[in-house]
């Protein structure tokens, strides 16, 4: 066995209205006076509504910063970290989406010292620490809440990620009721997300693991016996759970094996076309998969049964391909576009996304082959 390293959040609590309970969690921190972290949408649903009464009745103090907006940009992050300053914040939670939660995690790093933004791009290169920090996601998607990785908007058509376990939460609160009036195709587009984080955890060439394979495998069983149900049956809270978890396990299981060519190839459509992250990635999976399979046979046929939902026998090439199979059935029964031409990418674009894609090499080192601009190009030309 090769040695490893795994980190994960310290704390980790589950249930159903957890969520109107934070109180107690910033009081276990030491936390009194709190940045409030969530996107307008969230706010006009009366979703936060709630979970801020729910505080201040307990005596923490909330100031509300509910201008994330998806894909957020650095001016979001800088923003927000003002609003913590000028309330003199001592903490901050963030109750939403990735995008919510990634920008929480950065401020509460800019507020715990002067380092700048734009120095802490990269790996290990928050040099401070952070203030107290909740994760509450309302998607069962990105896995933000146990991922030390936050992705931001730095240009037009660019991205950065700041990776740092400083940005670990102290707790991750899973309360499946706030994900009951999740939209169908937000469902089914993060739930396939949190199963690519799976997928690539499980094949991550330099640092898979045996803790982060175990999440892996659990996740894509809870994720896939649980999305249909999820999407078509939204009020179903069971399903809901279950999907949270699994997209839990799921990040746990890529923050320490970490992801590789469908999220090097799904980058550029958000930059170019502004498709949202979970659907990047479900429009170049299928291609990615059948990419690798000459280097990743093994390990996809061992994911197979996990996804069908029954033994699969046949050769290794065999079960391989009907993982890939599974994969594309579900996407069509979700009721997501199988291609990138269906989702409005321009056959003209494709050279530019293959060009963009090449630049994400701290995730292509990941992938079980490597990947040239021809075999990029190529993938995009497989998906359009």
Known sequence: MQPFTFNTVARIVSGSGEALKLAEHC??????????????????????GPVQDALSEAGVTVSLFAKVSEDPPESVVLAAAEAGRE????????????????????????????????????????KGGRL????????????????????????ETTKAGVSSATLLPDIAVLDADLTLGLPAKITAMTGVDAMVHAIEA?????????????????????LARNVRTAVHDGR?????????????????????????????????LGGHFHIPHGLSNSLVLPAVLRFNLPAAAAHYAELAELVVGSPVSGSEEARAEALIGAIETLISDLGLPATLSA??????SLETLATDAMLQQRLLVNNPRDVAYEDALAIYRAAF
């Open 202 to 222: 499980y094949t991550s060439k330099i640092k898979k693991n045996p803790v982060s394979d175990n999440l892996a495998c659990s996740a894509l069983v809870l």
């Open 87 to 126: 309330a003199g914040v001592d903490g901050v939670i963030a109750v939403g989406g990735g995008s919510s939660m990634d920008v929480a995690k950065v401020a509460a790093a800019l507020l715990c010292g002067d380092q700048a933004l734009g120095d802490m791009y990269g790996v290990d290169q928050v």
């Open 132 to 155: 107290p920090l909740i994760l509450v996601p309302t998607t069962a998607g990105t896995g933000s809440e146990v991922t030390p990785v936050a992705v931001i908007t730095t240009g």
């Open 27 to 48: 009081l276990d921190l030491g936390v009194k006076k709190l940045l409030l972290v969530t996107d307008p949408g969230l706010v006009s649903i009366g979703l936060i």
């Open 343 to 348: 989702a409005g990418v321009g056959e003209d």
């Open 236 to 268: 179903q809270r069971d399903a809901r759970g279950a999907m949270l978890l699994g997209a839990m396990q799921a990040g746990q299981a890529f923050a320490n094996a970490p992801v590789a060519a469908v999220h090097a190839l799904a980058y550029p």
